[in-house]
C-alpha cells in the first residue's frame, strides 16, 4: 500500500480518539468501553495488530536508518489499564537497538535535588530512535497533585505551592513538548481510559488467579479510592496540554484487543506522515562502495591464508 491508502485506511481507527483541542475536551465523552462497533473475533483482532507491528518495523528501520527525527510514546492509565501489554504487542516487531522503555519509578535523592522535568528529559530518545515512557512527567500532575505531601520532598521554594502551582506546572509540560516536536522529536501521548467497573474486575481476576497474584499490589486498592480525583487530574493535564504537533490519544481500555489495535494505528499513522525514505548515498560513499567491490573481486582465486589449530600449535612447540 502506498502511503496515502495507509493513512486513510488508519484515519477511522485514530480519530475518534485524538484530542488536540483542549478547550474542548470533557473526559466523560469519551466511553471506555468503546469499540467503533467493532465485533472482530479475537484472532483477528491479532492478525491487525500483527500487520500494524509490521508496517511499525519496516518503518523504524528507515527512521533509524535516516537518522533526523525520533519518536516518543507516553503512556499514562490507571492501574490494571494494560499499558505493559499494549507496549509488548504494539512493539512486538521492532527492533530493540532502536527501541526503549523507560519506567519511571520513585524520584531518587539526584532526581529530587534537580526540577521536575530534569530526569524524563534526560531520557528522551536520541535521533533515529523510538522512546517509550511507560508513565512519564505528567506524574508530576497527577500523583503528585493528588498526594500534596509529595511535594514536601521536592524542596520547592516557599513561595512555590499554591493554588496555581498546577496549571504553572502543566504551561511548563506544554513548552516543554513544544520544544521538543521543534527540535524532531514526534511526541504521541496515550491516555488508555479504563472504566472503574472494569478495573474493579481485572483486579478480582488478579486475586482469584494464583498465576496473575504477582501483579497485585495493596497500593493498587489505596490508588482506587481517589479514582475521581485521578480522573479530574486527568482532565485537567490533557486539556492544558494537548495540541497538533503533541496530541493525546484517549483510547478505550476495557477491550484489550482494541486498545492495542487503536495504539498500533496511531503510531503508525504519525510515523507514515515523516514520509521517510532511506538516505542517498553520497559521491563519496558510492566511490567507497565500488573501492570495496573491486577489492572483494579481486580475492577470486587467489590463496587463501591458512588458519593453524590449537593442536598444529602445539606440534610446533
Not at 519518536?71 to 516487531?93: C, E, N, P, Y
Not at 526540577?115 to 503528585?144: C, M, Q, T
Not at 483486579?203 to 480525583?229: G, N, T, V
Not at 538516505?279 to 579481486?298: G, I, V
Request: charged share 30%; hydrophobic share 40%; with cysteine.
Amino acid at each position: 500500500m502506498v502511503r496515502t491508502e495507509i493513512l486513510d485506511a488508519l484515519r477511522p481507527y485514530t480519530e475518534p480518539f485524538r484530542v488536540t483541542r483542549g478547550n474542548d475536551f470533557f473526559l466523560k465523552d469519551f466511553d471506555p468501553g468503546d469499540t467503533l462497533g467493532l465485533k472482530m473475533h479475537k484472532q483477528e483482532a491479532v492478525q491487525l495488530l500483527q500487520r500494524g507491528s509490521k508496517w511499525l518495523a519496516m518503518e523504524q528501520e528507515i527512521l533509524y536508518a535516516q537518522d533526523s527525527w525520533s519518536v516518543l510514546l507516553v503512556f499514562q492509565a490507571m492501574d490494571a489499564a494494560g499499558k505493559d501489554g499494549t507496549i509488548k504487542h504494539v512493539m512486538s516487531r521492532v527492533n530493540p537497538q532502536g527501541c526503549e522503555v523507560v519506567s519511571f519509578k520513585q524520584p531518587s535523592a539526584e532526581d529530587l535535588a534537580h526540577d521536575f522535568l530534569w530526569r524524563y528529559h534526560a531520557r528522551v530518545p536520541r535521533r533515529g530512535k523510538i522512546g517509550i515512557f511507560n508513565r512519564s512527567y505528567y506524574e508530576e500532575v497527577l500523583v503528585v497533585r493528588v498526594h500534596w505531601h509529595l511535594l514536601d520532598a521536592q524542596k520547592l521554594p516557599p513561595s512555590n505551592p499554591g493554588s496555581d502551582l498546577w496549571q504553572e506546572r502543566l504551561a511548563d509540560i506544554a513548552r516543554f513538548e513544544d520544544y521538543l516536536t521543534r527540535q524532531g522529536v514526534v511526541i504521541l501521548k496515550f491516555y488508555l481510559n479504563l472504566s472503574r467497573g472494569e478495573q474493579k474486575r481485572r483486579f478480582m481476576e488478579r486475586l482469584d488467579k494464583p498465576d496473575k497474584q504477582w501483579k497485585f499490589s495493596a497500593a493498587d486498592i489505596r490508588e482506587r479510592r481517589y479514582w475521581d480525583d485521578y480522573m479530574h487530574a486527568y482532565e485537567d493535564a490533557i486539556r492544558a496540554t494537548a495540541s497538533e504537533a503533541a496530541p493525546w490519544f484517549v483510547v478505550p481500555a476495557d477491550d484489550k484487543p482494541f486498545t492495542r489495535l487503536i495504539v498500533a494505528a496511531a503510531i503508525v499513522e504519525a510515523v507514515e506522515k515523516l514520509d521517510l525514505e532511506y538516505p542517498r548515498a553520497t559521491q563519496q560513499q558510492l566511490d567507497d562502495l565500488a573501492a570495496a567491490r573491486d577489492e572483494l573481486n579481486a580475492e577470486e582465486g587467489q590463496p587463501q591464508p591458512q588458519h593453524c589449530n590449537r593442536r598444529d600449535e602445539d606440534e610446533r612447540s
